[in-house]
């Protein structure tokens, strides 16, 4: 079966700071991936996407940066972090094709900039 | 572009009440619909979902969602809530299309009262 990682689980950094936030999946090959965040009182907004390596879509302009160095790896970073970014990072999945697919996501992320 | 509307912000109900949250959609075409939910301190867990044929859909833990497609609507309703149903519940939608992008709405905390 599939699963999804997210490491570190919890991360308190200071502004102006650099980030890397790891997401990994197994069990399935060349997956869809994405990247979103929630911010408190929030619902969920999508960062970035990616269909293969090295192939990067972004849907909002900000601070942060993906990379997909492998095909289950996808990555959030960020040169030096703003207090704006804190909040909780989710990595997902897509599973099925076409007009049956459906997003599983990992454990999350949260960030704390101070 | 398209968006998804959870007009219940904190909904306080006591075990045994019934339970109905309201999902709107904005966007014309066809559309897959989809609930999650995020127990405090778990990640985000696909709770149902919707693609074609009969608009009730049954998903997991005793929940179920109608979408009413003129109404634009996907509320999602459960006959008796437990205090374990105690969460933040999402209503999320992607075109059936090549948009492949999934909207979700700003999410409803769900408080069950022993």
Redesign the interface.
Known sequence: SQTIHQWPATLVQPVGSPLSLECTVEGTSNP?L?W?RQAA??????LF?SVGIGQISS?VPQNLSASRPQDRQFILSSKKLLLSDSGFY?C?WRAGQ???????????TRLLVL | AQS?S?HN?HVILSEAASLELGCNYSYGG?V?L?W?VQYPG?????LL?Y??GDPLVKGIKGFEAEFIKSKFSFNLRKPSVQWSDTAEY?C?V?P?GSA????????TQLTVLP
């Open positions: 869809n994405y979103y009182g929030r619902g969920l907004q999508l996407y849907e989710l997902a076409g007009a049956r697919e459906t997003q599983y996501f990992g454990p999350g | 998804v959870q912000h066809t897959n989809f999650y778990q990640h985000l867990q696909l979902k693609f074609s999402f999320a992607i059936s492949r992008q999934l909207t979700f709405g700003s999410g």
